[in-house]
């Protein structure tokens, strides 16, 4: 079981991101799916779940409103759309499997 | 801020046992159940214990977790030098509707 993520680099503040999740060796409509990060020195953070067929969706507070869960479980991928982004969201993103395998992460950094 | 509450540091030497607690409430801990993650330096986070007490495969029996009301333990009995990590505890929180992670421990191996 692999989780790979991709997408991040560096943005601007006010900009936006797309990070993917790519997974392999699991059946991905099976499970729940989350985004965790974790900021510089800081600890984990969670930011956002997806429920195994897509249909139920959750944010932490700090990102309502800004960031869009989805997955297309014909592709294996889940998808973390980030928009108005500040430097508040400089962090590693991981994508876990609930709650037992996770990827190596990407890292996204804000700054102008 | 997070709604759980962890000690921020324990140590040990080779062989002791350590003790980290994860303080929460109501809306968390007491209706839901606690995983733990180990964080080694610069690694993903694993899971070292599930649903309060269950142990994934492959996961040393040296590790075992507790959850009485609004608190919930994680115990490293015969302490090594490579469980030297970031320790974290998490759940659901009914009144934030998302899951919450707590600040982490970082376990030293004296």
């Known amino acids: 079981v692999q989780l790979v993520e991709s997408g991040g680099g560096l943005v601007q503040p006010g900009g936006s991101l797309r990070l993917s999740c790519a997974a392999s060796?699991?059946?991905?409509?099976?499970?729940?799916m989350s985004w965790v990060r974790q900021a510089p020195g800081k600890g984990l953070e969670w930011v956002s779940s997806?429920?195994?067929?897509?249909?139920?969706?959750f944010y932490a507070g700090s990102v309502k409103g800004r960031f869009t869960i989805s997955r297309d479980n014909s592709k294996n991928t889940l998808t973390l759309l980030m928009n108005s982004l500040t430097s508040d969201d400089t962090a590693i993103y991981y994508c876990?499997?609930?709650?037992?395998?996770w990827g190596r992460g990407t890292t996204v950094t804000v700054a102008s | 801020q997070s709604v759980l509450t962890q000690p921020p540091s324990a140590s040990g030497t080779p062989g002791q046992r350590v003790t980290i607690s994860c303080s929460g409430s109501?809306?968390?801990?007491?209706?839901?159940?606690v995983n733990w993650f180990q964080q080694l330096p610069g690694t993903a986070p694993k899971l070292l214990i599930y649903?309060?007490?269950q142990r994934p495969s492959g996961v040393p029996d040296r590790f075992s977790g507790s959850k009485s009301g609004t608190s919930a333990s994680l115990a490293i009995s015969g302490l090594q030098s490579e469980d030297e990590a970031e320790y974290y505890c998490?759940?659901?929180?009914?009144?934030?509707?998302?899951?919450?992670f707590g600040p982490g421990t970082k376990v030293t191996v004296l």
């Open positions: 876990a499997k609930h709650w037992d395998v």
């Open positions: 649903n309060n007490n």
């Open positions: 109501s809306s968390n801990i007491a209706n839901f159940n």
């Open positions: 997806i429920s195994n067929s897509g249909t139920s969706t």
């Open positions: 998490a759940t659901w929180d009914g009144s934030l509707t998302g899951h919450v």
């Open positions: 060796g699991v059946i991905f409509s099976n499970y729940d």
